[in-house]
Nanobody, 122 residues
Framework: QVQLVESGGGLVQAGGSLRLSCAASGSIFSTDAMGWYRQAPGKQRELVAHITSGGGSTKYADSVKDRFTISRDNAKGTVYLQMNSLKPEDTAVYYC???????????????WGQGTQVTVSS
């Protein structure tokens, strides 16, 4: 059983900062790419940021470039999302995503966290 547990969401004023964390646990052989997605009311889930297994490559949605930073600590099995200069349009439920191998020869499986609410007031 693999679990992704997010934390760090909350209510913040525009211009403020939040740091989201997502810890992976369970019988994991290795964790490949990880990412953060968000879904605002009435909208589709969208990719916010993505990071490769070694952390050497990242990509961001245009709307969050230069404001958000994704990072990971493989020793802790954790991915982070530092969000600065937050705007009301960043309000959404943020979901963690991880590509995981349960064995060295098995397929890559995708897991999702339960989501954490981020609300930015104007």
């Amino acid at each position: 059983q693999v679990q992704l547990v997010e934390s760090g969401g909350g209510l913040v004023q525009a211009g403020g900062s939040l740091r989201l964390s997502c810890a992976a646990s369970g019988s994991i052989f290795s964790t490949d790419a990880m990412g953060w997605y968000r879904q605002a009311p009435g909208k589709q889930r969208e990719l916010v940021a993505h990071i490769t297994s070694g952390g050497g490559s990242t990509k961001y949605a245009d709307s969050v470039k230069d404001r958000f930073t994704i990072s990971r600590d493989n020793a802790k099995g954790t991915v982070y999302l530092q969000m600065n200069s937050l705007k009301p349009e960043d309000t959404a439920v943020y979901y963690c995503n991880a590509a995981v191998r349960l064995t060295g020869w098995g397929p890559v499986l995708t897991y999702w966290g339960q989501g954490t609410q981020v609300t930015v007031s104007s």
